[in-house]
């Protein structure tokens, strides 16, 4: 009585019943299932390689002109030089 309420029986006779029915080319299958895996990984890659890229052109490029027109600012502002 507790395994019907449960949902194991359930559970275990609906799975019979896709394996029992189930027609798919499995090798077509896992070759999709490659392609996806390979597919998400150059994407996972490229996305790290252009997040590192625009951390470098923060760092090397904009950061410096940040400070030096800071640096220029509090120079004119306490009218250092």
Do not use: W
């Not at 359930?10 to 394996?19: K, R």
């Not at 029915?21 to 994407?43: G, Y």
Request: hydrophobic share 55%; proline share 1%; net charge positive.
């Amino acid at each position: 009585m507790l395994n019907i309420l449960s949902g194991e029986i359930t559970i275990g006779i609906h799975m019979q019943f896709l394996i029992k029915n189930n027609h798919a080319d499995l090798l077509i299958l896992k070759q999709i299932k490659v392609r996806q895996s390979i597919s998400f990984s150059l994407i996972i890659l490229l996305l790290n390689r252009m997040l590192y890229a625009i951390q470098y052109v923060i760092q090397q490029l904009l950061l410096p002109m940040v400070i030096c027109y800071r640096v220029q600012q509090v120079i004119n502002f306490f009218g250092i030089f």
